[in-house]
């Protein structure tokens, strides 16, 4: 369970390729780069439980740093490449990173970030240089590819999106052990989807987030390959999983959209029958469109949900899923509990805030440097929740309606806006939606709907009147946008994750309550 374990069985073989380059480093390589700068790190000071950070698009040093720090017992944060200069401080100084590696593609930024993160001991740059960063490249390869004597596993500590407000670095509480140990989170990569050193595992999105990177850097503790997209494009994906037999791959509901939207030519052109499995996680997917997905690639579609909280799980695979459309499972680690807003358990079918029961032998985590965020998402029995709402059938299965924060609240009746985005996305002239509430002066609130066209050059009023008739066709009209505006390209990250509160504060303005 060892990249160096791997490097003295098969040195040769590749640990992860490049997609767009076919860049290849094998794992006798990613042994001793990480090696090397493990070395670097502990010169510098650095001893367990310290933090670095890691600022870079998808690219093959960003998993030498990540395995450095894996191996030396250390923190390490990697920060969404999206993020301004003041965003990026205010993550460097919450998680006390004293080493930054970040790449030259954000010079400009990097030069910003000089005189804002004063408590950065050491600043290394990949590729070319600016003044107050020393050369990634030189720096490490001034260092023996040696291990260290002591190598104890370290580990990741991301940040929240901030979709709904400032990020929050996510600390889990590790205890000190020697390298090598299987990760409780890998148990359903080897005993469900039999994942091993002949693994070809395809990542699509980028390593900031963190499924990507943990399933990246389990599949290299496996000992299997890992193919790694710099950027996602749908019919690149399909080629990918052609050209290296791919037989593993994550995705999200976006990609899915996007890769049926294709023209039929270019999606039957590549042979995707490599696959075994196809997961699927991080936002809920519509019924039709994993209907579609499960039509064309076979019931390999297997889909989880949980947080970087790592506070629960659930999982269904294809078939459970037709049996519960919309569902995304049963919990794999301890109890669901759906609750009201005074903490009573809802009824089957009654929609409520997602709660976990503890799982067993799980390290616990917090909220770094926020006791009452971390107090907030426990109750009194040690429940915890990220503040999902859903609901359980008769079955136990769970089926997610909505982000708490972005329920609407019409004339005092809830509205989950995900149910028309649903339908919304179905529709062949759409390519993108986002469903919200925005200020009505008799309602408090209205829904409203924002759509990135498949054709900017039909965005207008006879587009939305059709896109109004048609989720109005298939929802009660109260659940319905009362307009549709037309946006060019809605802000999403690379992962899928739509950051509705862009949107949607376009329209509230400066208001903080919803009671108009």
Known sequence: MWPGKHALERPDQAAFVMASTGEAVTYRELNDRSNQLAQCFHAAGLRFGDHIAVFM???????????????SGLYYTCINWHFNADET???????????????????DLAAELLDKTPGVKMRLMVGSTIEGYASYEETRDAFPAEPLE???EGTRMLYSSGTTGRPKGVRYKIPRQIVGAQPLEMGMMTTVWHMNENTVYLSPAPMYHSAPLFYCMS????????????????????????????????????????????????????????????????????????????????????????????????FINSADWLAHPGSVGKSMLAGIRILDDDGNEQPVGEVGTVWF?????????EYHKDEEKTRDSFNAKGWSTVGDMGYLDADGYLYLTDRRTFMIVSGGVNIYPQEAENVLIDHPK????????????????????????????????????????????????????????FERELPREQTGKLYK????????GDKTSRIV
Not at 57 to 71: G, L, S
Not at 89 to 107: E, G, K, M, N, P
Not at 244 to 261: A, E
Request: one cysteine or more; proline letters at 7%.
């Open 219 to 314: 599949t290299m503790r496996l000992g299997g390959t890992v193919i790694v997209m710099e950027q996602f494009d749908p019919e690149a994906a399909l080629a990918c999983i052609e050209k290296y037999q791919v037989t593993h791959s994550q995705w999200v509901p976006t990609m899915f959209v996007r890769m049926l939207k294709l023209p039929e030519a270019a999606r039957s052109r590549h042979d995707v029958s490599s696959q075994k499995v196809a997961i699927h996680a991080a936002a809920p997917c519509s019924v039709e469109v994993k209907r579609k997905m499960i039509e064309w690639w076979g019931p390999i579609i297997d889909e989880y949900y949980a947080a970087t909280e790592g506070m629960g799980a659930t």
């Open 501 to 508: 509160r862009l949107l949607r504060d376009r329209y509230w």
């Open 57 to 71: 698009e998808n690219r093959p040093e960003f998993f030498e740093v990540c395995w450095a720090a894996q191996r």
């Open 89 to 107: 401080a205010y993550i460097l100084d919450d998680c006390d990173a004293q080493v930054l590696v970040i790449s030259d593609t954000f010079r």
């Open 430 to 485: 759409v390519y993108d939606v986002a469903v919200f509430g925005i200020p009505d002066p008799e309602m408090g609130e209205r829904v409203h709907g924002v759509v990135q066209p498949t054709n900017w050059d039909e965005a207008g009023p006879d587009l939305e009147r059709e896109l109004l008739d048609f989720v109005q066709s298939q929802l009660a009209h109260y659940k319905c946008p009362k307009a549709i505006d």
């Open 150 to 152: 002591e190598e104890i």
């Open 357 to 365: 029961e503890p799982p067993p032998n799980r390290p616990g985590f």
